[in-house]
């Protein structure tokens, strides 16, 4: 029964985790900063995971999964800090985010499916499956970078 209730209550903290975060900043440049913040983390730890794929660093099955599972995690997070009025300010952010909201969740979408893809390849063990994995994951990234960023 507590351990019920322990999940209970878990999960309830994360529903409630999960709703639009978006009012949780004070103001606009706040929520640049947190997804730039989430951006900058995600990538540090896809890159780590790059450097193993592409022999530039050893591969660590262990690593790779860890870094793979942190990608995964945080690519839940920078979407809710793309609200009114964020697209001025300290930001690469273009303004077809906010045109174009349709392909934009479409692109986060994918990208997400991606590193979920990615963080399983990674539990494998396998460098094989971990390169197999990496190039579309890759491919998401750029897209949306290529259609939604600034150089």
Same mark, same amino acid.
């Given at each position: 029964?507590?351990?019920?209730?322990?999940?209970?209550?878990?999960?309830?903290? !994360?529903?409630?985790?999960?709703?639009?975060?978006? *009012?949780?900043?004070?103001?606009? &440049?706040?929520?640049? =900063?947190? @997804?730039?913040?989430?951006?900058?983390?995600?990538?540090?730890?896809?890159? @780590? #995971?790059? *450097?193993?794929?592409?022999?530039? *660093?050893?591969?660590?099955?262990?690593?790779? !999964?860890?870094?793979?599972? #942190?990608?995964? /995690?945080?690519?839940?997070?920078?979407? !809710?800090?793309?609200?009114? &009025?964020?697209?001025?300010?300290?930001?690469?952010?273009?303004?077809?985010?906010?045109?174009?909201?349709?392909?934009? =969740?479409?692109?986060?979408?994918?990208?997400?499916?991606?590193?979920?893809?990615?963080? /399983?390849?990674?539990?494998?063990?396998?460098?094989?499956?971990?390169?197999?994995?990496?190039?579309?994951?890759?491919?998401?990234? =750029?897209?949306?970078? &290529? /259609?939604? @960023?600034?150089?």
């Amino acid at each position: 029964m507590k351990k019920m209730l322990a999940l209970l209550t878990l999960a309830g903290a !994360a529903a409630a985790l999960s709703a639009p975060a978006f *009012a949780q900043f004070a103001k606009p &440049d706040d929520a640049i =900063k947190y @997804r730039k913040a989430a951006f900058t983390v995600m990538g540090a730890h896809f890159g @780590r #995971i790059g *450097a193993m794929v592409q022999g530039k *660093a050893p591969f660590d099955a262990k690593a790779a !999964a860890e870094n793979a599972d #942190i990608v995964a /995690a945080m690519s839940h997070l920078p979407w !809710a800090a793309f609200g009114p &009025d964020t697209d001025m300010g300290d930001t690469k952010a273009k303004p077809e985010i906010w045109k174009e909201q349709a392909k934009f =969740k479409q692109g986060a979408d994918k990208m997400q499916a991606e590193v979920t893809k990615l963080a /399983a390849a990674a539990k494998t063990g396998n460098l094989d499956n971990l390169k197999a994995a990496f190039g579309p994951a890759a491919e998401t990234c =750029k897209a949306c970078h &290529d /259609a939604f @960023r600034a150089k």
